[in-house]
C-alpha cells in the first residue's frame, strides 16, 4: 500500500491513545543541544499536524499557570523555545494533557521548537547572568495562555 492511499491517523486520538498509556510515542529522543541544553529530536521524518509528544500538567502553581516543571520522563517538557523562523510544532491543550503538534513537516534529526508565547526569558536577556539554559524554570509552566 502506497502513503498516499494509507488512511491518515487523527492526530488527537493518537494523542489521546499515547497519554493513555503515559509514554511518548516512538519517534523522538532527548538530545543536548549547544548553548540551550536538553531537547528533543525526531528519528524520523514527521509530517504537518501529526502529535508529537505531550507532558501532563501537574497542577497550578501559585500564579495560577500551568506547572509542568517535575521531571515525569515525558519528553514534552524538554522541548526548546524556537523563533517565528524556527518553531515546527504547537502546543495545544487536549483533556489533561499537554500536547505538541506539528506545524510544518520536519526531517529526521531535527530539534522540535515551538513559541513559549512570551517574549522576555532569562536566557535571551543582554544582560543575561545566568547559565544559558536554567531547567529550574520550565516554560511549560507558561502555558496558563493556553487555558
Known amino acids: ?82 523563533s517565528k523562523k524556527e518553531i515546527n510544532c504547537k502546543m495545544k491543550l487536549i483533556g489533561e494533557v499537554l500536547c505538541l503538534f506539528g506545524t510544518r513537516d520536519i526531517h529526521e534529526g531535527e530539534e522540535l521548537l515551538y513559541d513559549y508565547g512570551l517574549k522576555s526569558y532569562p536566557w535571551n536577556s543582554k544582560t543575561n547572568h545566568l547559565p544559558v539554559r536554567d531547567h529550574s524554570v520550565c516554560p511549560i509552566s507558561l502555558l496558563h495562555l493556553l487555558t
Do not use: C, Q
Not at 503515559?22 to 536538553?38: M, Q, T, V, W, Y
Open 1 to 82: 500500500m502506497s502513503r498516499k492511499d494509507r488512511k491518515r491517523v487523527n492526530p488527537i486520538e493518537e494523542s489521546r491513545k499515547w497519554s493513555e498509556k503515559n509514554i511518548d510515542p516512538p519517534g523522538f529522543n532527548r538530545s543536548l543541544f549547544e548553548n540551550k541544553g536538553r531537547g528533543v529530536r525526531t528519528t524520523g521524518r514527521r509530517n504537518a499536524g501529526d502529535f508529537f509528544v505531550s507532558v501532563y500538567r501537574k497542577g497550578y502553581n501559585n500564579e495560577g499557570s500551568v506547572d509542568a516543571s517535575e521531571e515525569d520522563g515525558r519528553l514534552g517538557r524538554l522541548v526548546n523555545h524556537g
